[in-house]
């Protein structure tokens, strides 16, 4: 049988969601990839209060889908993934929907996990569903800081 592998893939902006994906694969042995835009999100993009501003156009279009750099490599050997994102207006960026409909996640298991300066991680837990409903899912886990490789070794049993 098979070794079962774990993945950590992540959507960074500002590196803290990054942070703690690490901090995650460091505590339980997971592969890690992040999910790349073809095009960096500059500074000015990542302006939420400009109503033109990428990540604004972005979300307010559901049907955005923005291009990554590059695919994860033989996701068909990994039994679980982590999805790790910044909540982005109550949800997550349209890259994670990009990257969960790039892969057949059929018996997967997928575990969300996210950071915010306030929003919850219940609405994008549910749109997250919507994306990829072959999936098996997990409850998610909002981490802002500490905390994130005990939660993730509970997770999995660890």
Request: overall charge negative; proline content about 6%; aromatic content about 10%.
């Amino acid at each position: 049988m098979m070794s079962k592998k774990t993945l950590i893939a992540y959507f960074s902006a500002s590196g803290v969601t990054a942070r703690v994906a690490k901090e995650m694969a460091n505590a339980i042995g997971a592969d890690l990839y992040e999910i790349q835009p073809t095009e960096p999100y500059t500074s000015a993009d990542l302006d939420w209060m400009d109503r033109k501003s990428r990540s604004t156009v972005e979300m307010n279009d559901p049907a955005c889908r923005p291009a990554i750099g590059s695919p994860v490599e033989h996701m068909e050997q990994y039994d679980t993934v982590f999805v790790g994102f910044p909540i982005w207006w109550y949800v997550e960026p349209r890259i994670v929907d990009t990257f969960l409909e790039s892969y057949d996640f059929s018996g997967k298991t997928l575990i969300p996990f996210a950071t915010s300066g306030g929003s919850g991680i219940s609405k994008a837990e549910k749109s997250l569903q919507a994306h990829c409903p072959k999936a098996d899912w997990k409850k998610g886990q909002l981490l802002n800081g500490s905390g994130a490789a005990e939660w993730a070794k509970r997770t999995l049993n660890l």
